[in-house]
């Protein structure tokens, strides 16, 4: 697997969604037989790769959301990590 | 950056809609005491159990059974699961999967379907299921890759379709399976009925576990495989269930909330139903969920054991079921005074004389 490059618009691998918990308050990833409880940024960029939103808008719209710059390193690493344990596709 | 599962809330719910199902299998976990259909809830009562499985944390359901496809409301549960944001699998024979149905399930939003294969052979798995059923099976996996849905199968491994294992991961990759459970038989229900005949030798299954390892290899990521253990055969217990109401639920066609689908077969516990309990009462506060959490209750040798926190004592319905006391040490545990049960068992298969199995057929 090559890393990402910021045109790639990431989707969640089907049939994998996210889900709000309000019993925990935090979003889970949900896959076949399998459910991850997500922290807060994790969840955050997640929900933003639908396929239709390339990574620069994605990097774009989290900066604006918290109101900070440089979130670029991080957010591409995650996405790295993220396709690596099978939640992403291209 | 991602959080780890924590005990206190269930992710999954198992609904076991009825216990009719078309198929004999005589390796079923169902209990020997199937439901009837007039003691099944009601399509209302499914709803509510979904409704409050959903306020409870659940974030996954299986609707499972026997045959759930044999409830005609299903589609409407499937519906109801989607809308609440649970993701929906469907564990199914595939007999009566028509073209009809699965367009209905597909437009209520079923995320992926289960599907049961008996063995490579129409013949062999025929007989297993005590049913013609190989052939409607197949169909069934046309249709759901046709319709685009994530196609994910199973199979029980035992005496007698172990030395098809290669065959049958072929099959199942052929038919567009993305995923697949090998599935060593466990002893609970029909299977625990029939074990002398369901039972492997050694040497068949250490000849099946390495046809496995080299199709991991042949196969790459074209097909997820995964080994379920025969535990028989281990040394130590399996972590049954993740630990008692630690991770899930299910709820019995009947409406009784259990810890997994083997335990109704616990007789010293008291499993309360959803038409008079609140789901949430059930998991957090009754005593049959509470009964096995924690390490409390643990007797010797589990209680000072540094295994406990691993496999959480092993299976309480095997406990249960080989020695009368459901607080025991799993008896698959070689560190447990009764290993002694499970040694004989697997004493008597590997001098016993082979032949073509008599099983009590689940349901006959």
């Known amino acids: ?90 | 950056m991602v959080g780890e599962m924590t005990a206190s809330l269930p992710y999954a719910l198992t609904a076991e809609l009825t216990h009719r199902c078309p198929l004999h299998c005589p390796y079923c976990s169902n209990p020997i005491e199937l439901q009837k259909r007039e003691n099944e809830l009601s399509t209302d009562e499914w709803l509510s159990v979904l409704e409050q499985a959903n306020d409870l944390g659940v974030a996954q359901v299986h609707f499972t059974g026997g045959e759930p496809l044999l409830r005609p409301d299903l589609e409407r549960l499937v519906r109801r699961a989607r809308e609440l944001g649970l993701y929906v699998n469907l564990i199914t024979s595939g007999i009566g999967l028509t073209e009809d149905r699965l367009k209905h399930l597909s437009e209520a939003g079923i995320d992926s379907i289960q599907l049961s294969v008996q063995a490579a052979s129409a013949e062999l798995a025929d007989s297993i299921a005590g049913f013609r059923s190989h052939e409607l099976k197949r169909q069934a996996a046309q249709r759901i890759r046709e319709r685009g849905l994530p196609l994910h199968m199973n199979v029980v491994l035992h005496r007698a379709n172990l030395h098809q294992i290669e065959e049958i991961i072929e099959l199942c990759a052929d038919w567009g399976a993305e995923r697949l459970e090998l599935a060593n038989a466990q002893y609970y229900g029909w299977a625990l009925r029939n074990v002398y005949e369901l039972l492997p030798r050694r040497e068949q299954l250490q000849a099946a576990e390495a046809a496995y390892k080299r199709a991991l290899e042949r196969f790459g990521r074209r097909i997820e495989l995964i080994w379920i253990l025969p535990d028989y055969y281990e040394d130590f217990p399996k972590p049954c269930m993740g630990g008692w109401g630690r991770l899930s639920l299910t709820v019995a066609p009947d409406g009784r909330v259990l810890p997994c689908t083997a335990s109704s077969d616990i007789r010293s516990l008291t499993f309360e139903n959803v038409k008079e309990r609140e789901l949430g009462w059930i998991w957090h506060d009754s005593p049959s969920f509470n009964a096995y959490r924690g390490y409390d209750w643990m007797p010797e040798p589990c209680r000072s054991c540094e295994r406990r926190e691993l496999d959480y004592g092993g299976c309480r319905c095997q406990a249960f079921q080989l020695t009368g006391d459901a607080r025991a040490t799993d008896p698959v545990c070689v560190r447990s005074p009764h290993r002694g049960i499970v040694a004989d068992r697997v004493g008597s298969v590997e001098h016993g004389k082979a032949g073509t199995p008599d099983y009590a057929y689940r349901g006959r």
Request: charged letters at 30%.
């Open chain 1, 1 to 90: 697997m090559s890393s990402w490059t910021l045109s790639e618009r990431p989707r969640l691998r089907s049939p994998g969604r996210l889900k709000y918990d309000k019993a925990r308050q935090s979003d889970l990833l949900l896959l076949p037989e399998r459910v991850v409880e997500l922290n807060e940024a994790a969840g955050a960029i997640l929900w933003l790769c639908d396929g239709s939103r390339s990574i620069t808008q994605l990097i774009r719209e989290l900066e604006a959301k918290y109101g900070q710059t440089g979130l670029e390193d991080d957010i591409v690493e995650f996405l790295a990590s993220a396709e690596e344990r099978g939640w992403l596709e291209r």
